[in-house]
């Protein structure tokens, strides 16, 4: 009888143990539930951050860009209209290279 009750007595300890460590593995799970959220959280703010800086950064690039090319543009026109013959030469001389290209890269 002796027997049975530390059998009985150790299958207590044991389940005791085991309700315990079920405990802290459903605390454990809970904790890290909460801290990938905050972690997700951090991660997305400083996602969103780093877009907002980087929109930012394109819409100064897009305008300066865009301000070239008009500036270009308008001096091309510009060149064009006092240089008509010159403006021609160079225009036929840049179909006759690209005919050239197309022509040596067929054969």
Known sequence: MHRNSL???S???MEA???SLLKSLENLKHDASE???KSVKAIRSN??????HSRSLLSDAYEEVKQ???QTGLATRDYAQEHPYTTAGVAIGA??????YLLCKRN
């Open 17 to 19: 143990e085991i309700e």
């Open 47 to 52: 996602a969103e951050s780093a877009l907002r």
């Open 95 to 100: 179909l006759g290279l690209l005919a050239a």
């Open 7 to 9: 059998r009985k007595t």
């Open 11 to 13: 299958l207590e300890s």
């Open 35 to 37: 801290e990938s959220q």
């Open 68 to 70: 070239r090319t008009r």
